[in-house]
């Protein structure tokens, strides 16, 4: 799915990451942990193709993103969805319209305007909300949903666009740790049901080792581990956040 080589990427004269290299195969479920400033953003932004790297190589479904014409690229986008901290929806539309959005790399520009008055696939996102556990909110106004709710609804906007990968960002810094366990939750789960590939960044490490089985250690634009999360140690974990 993911194929990194020898990759780093500078902003100005400033390496936020260097010599990363690692494949991620069709299906796998990885976390990357690291404090703040590490790379991890930088590093999601790399798999998603909307940052290039500066030197090394980056194949996503095995294409060179840094080769591929405007329009490939944007074919690969729609296999790869990408869930942020920030949630990324927009606060005064109902959610069936935030879930709209889902397909709007599909759908012609006509399209995706007309379905911003009458919604055009009520039935696909009342599907994936019920897949993260909240059907009754489709015409709730998105800004009257939790901060949990909200997330679930940008994880069913990624389901709607159906892609291979699912990266998220930080998904749960954003909430409480009882939701943050919740979304992990449906997160991880949607992957082992549907095969989907995981790809996910967090700020602390506990979420990580309980929830997925490798997990890859960043700090300062390097990894400084990339192991099962069984053979973590107490050491590994000191090693990335020391400091
Ligand atoms: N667009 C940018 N311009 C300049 N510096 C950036 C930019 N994006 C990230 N950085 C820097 O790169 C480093 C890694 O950032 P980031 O990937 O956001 O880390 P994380 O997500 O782990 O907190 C940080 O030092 C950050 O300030
Ligand atoms: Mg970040």
Redesign the pocket.
């Known amino acids: 799915m993911f194929e990194l080589f020898q990759v780093s990427r500078k ?2 004269v ?1 390496p ?1 990451l260097e010599d990363i290299t690692f494949n991620i195969m069709a299906g796998e479920r990885v976390a990357v942990v ?10 999601i932004r790399l798999l998603n193709g909307t940052l290039f790297s500066t030197t090394g190589e980056v194949r996503v479904l095995g294409q060179r993103l840094d080769q591929l014409s405007p329009q490939a690229l944007r074919q690969v986008q729609s296999r790869v969805g990408t869930v942020y901290q920030q949630f990324h929806l927009v606060d005064n539309l109902r959610v069936v319209h935030n879930l709209n959005a889902g397909h709007l790399n599909r759908w012609s520009l006509t399209k995706s305007l007309v379905s911003l008055i009458r919604p055009m696939d009520v039935q696909g996102a009342f599907n994936a909300l019920e897949q993260v556990g909240i059907p009754e909110k489709l015409y709730e106004r998105t800004d009257r949903l939790s901060g949990g709710q909200q997330q679930r609804v940008a994880i069913a906007r990624v389901l709607i666009q159906d892609p291979e990968a699912i990266l998220a ?2 998904p749960i810094s954003n909430l409480d740790p009882e939701l943050s366990k919740e979304v992990i939750d449906i997160l991880v789960d949607l992957s082992v049901c549907s095969g989907k590939t995981l790809f996910c ?1 967090l700020h602390a490490i506990e979420f990580a080792l309980s929830n997925f089985g490798r997990i890859i250690g ?1 700090r300062r ?1 390097r990894i400084l581990f990339d192991s099962a999360a069984e053979n973590v140690t107490d050491e590994m974990i000191k090693s990335v956040y020391r400091g």
């Open positions: 902003f100005g400033f936020a690291g404090p703040s400033g590490a790379g991890k953003s930088t590093l960002d930080e960044s960043l634009g």
